[in-house]
């Protein structure tokens, strides 16, 4: 439960801020603003996959480790924040004070990510509640103060709603937590070695989504991402308890490394099960809610249909990462990464066809959803049930032997 709610905070703050963005920016603008979010929440996956994975699996109170976990976040962060600002003015996609605000929006967003994830290795969920409240505070005041609702004044929102959690972050760690290692020695090669795999594929479902809005735009329009964005934003609060128990579940299959695997995967099983039958009854509220919810949210129309592939998306994103996160843990994550990177791959295919027969982004979701499910099938099937059985003969003979 704390991680629902943990991860819930964390949400609330995204979602008010692309709900400003969609009620004040405009259809195409929120096209723009939405493909900009989502390569804050791309960066952040790598972030975590090298450093906040690591962090949960390997040994962080060792000062070498520790040293090359706190090299990898400065380095990534730093040339993430400089890349982001500096493609995203000289492309023209936006003007010089948006793309400094987004860059430091990256940055800072990167850090506290990462401070969050330190918590979650510590499972104090209820502790991150107060690093997400502090900073959907602090972001609150920026947007109630600003002259004007503009890209610039979203980015610097967020960026004086990030500083202000890792403030808050850094206050509230475990007293056990709560140093810095010297930078050398640091075995940043260890680190790299289980990180690079898991912040691969971390990033595949941002990449999705980011691939999927430039397809759109591609052949639609940015208006028509903009409708798709709505569509997401609506949907988006069904994918929180995904993301709360995705992060619970990794951290507690971690500690639970010494478990058979068949036992694992029955645990696995039943929290797929109760994942998805929650999944699917806050997606029947969420669409009977649309005539009423929807243009609050939005600002806009928005197509039921469109809703409805996007919570199917989110149900195979809940089948998918109970399942995913236990192969991560157990050392098989370069398979966990060809898997994702397959069924996104077939995903952002059937996306595209599906955009250009059909002339619409309101069967998009649909063909994101259809390879989802092929995803979990994968892992479900041909991955995990095999290893349980190879792990159960290998048990039986040692115990002949």
Request: hydrophobic fraction near 60%.
């Amino acid at each position: 439960m704390a991680a629902i709610v943990a991860q819930g905070t964390q949400a609330v703050g995204g979602l008010v801020i692309q709900v400003v963005a969609a009620r004040s920016l405009g259809t195409s603008g929120l096209g723009a603003f939405g493909l900009l979010y989502g390569t804050v929440v791309l960066a952040t996956a790598i972030t975590a996959g090298i450093v906040g994975d690591s962090m949960t699996v390997l040994n962080r109170h060792d000062h070498s480790v520790r040293a090359a976990l706190q090299n990898w976040l400065v380095l990534i962060s730093t040339v993430c924040a400089i890349a982001g600002c500096v493609v995203t003015w000289a492309t023209g996609f936006a003007d010089v004070r948006a793309a400094l605000a987004f860059g430091a929006a990256m940055f800072f967003f990167l850090i506290e990510d990462t401070l969050r994830r330190l918590l979650m290795a510590t499972l104090m969920f209820w502790r991150i509640i107060a690093i997400d409240l502090a900073s959907l505070v602090a972001m609150v005041a920026v947007l109630i103060f600003a002259p004007k609702v503009t890209m610039t004044w979203l980015f610097l929102a967020l960026t004086a709603g990030q500083a202000s959690a890792i403030a808050v972050g850094a206050c509230i760690l475990p007293q056990s937590e709560r140093w810095l290692a010297r930078p050398f020695p640091a075995k940043h090669g260890t680190v790299v070695a289980y990180g690079s795999w898991r912040s691969l594929q971390q990033a595949v479902f941002p990449s999705l989504l980011a691939l999927t809005r430039v397809v759109v735009i591609g052949i639609l329009g940015l208006a028509a991402a903009g409708q798709l964005e709505a569509a997401r934003i609506y949907s988006a609060p069904a994918l929180l308890p995904v993301m709360g128990i995705g992060g619970f579940m990794f951290a507690s299959y971690a500690l639970a490394r010494a478990e058979p695997m068949h036992s694992a995967l029955r645990s696995a099983d039943k929290g797929t099960l109760a994942l998805v039958l929650g999944i699917v009854i806050l997606s029947i509220c969420a669409v009977i809610a649309i005539p009423l919810i929807g243009p609050l949210m939005t600002g806009q129309h928005i197509s039921a249909l469109t809703v409805i592939g996007w919570l199917l998306f989110t149900l195979g994103v809940a089948a998918f990462t109970p399942y995913a996160s236990l192969a991560a843990v157990r050392g098989m994550q370069a398979t966990v990464l060809v898997v994702s990177v397959a069924h996104s791959l077939l995903s952002l295919a059937l996306a595209a066809v599906l955009a250009y027969v059909v002339g619409s982004v309101e069967w998009v979701p649909f063909g994101l959803a259809i390879g989802s499910f092929a995803g979990v099938l994968a892992m479900r099937g041909y991955i995990l049930r095999p290893k349980r059985y190879s792990d159960r003969q290998a048990d039986a003979k040692v115990t002949l032997s």
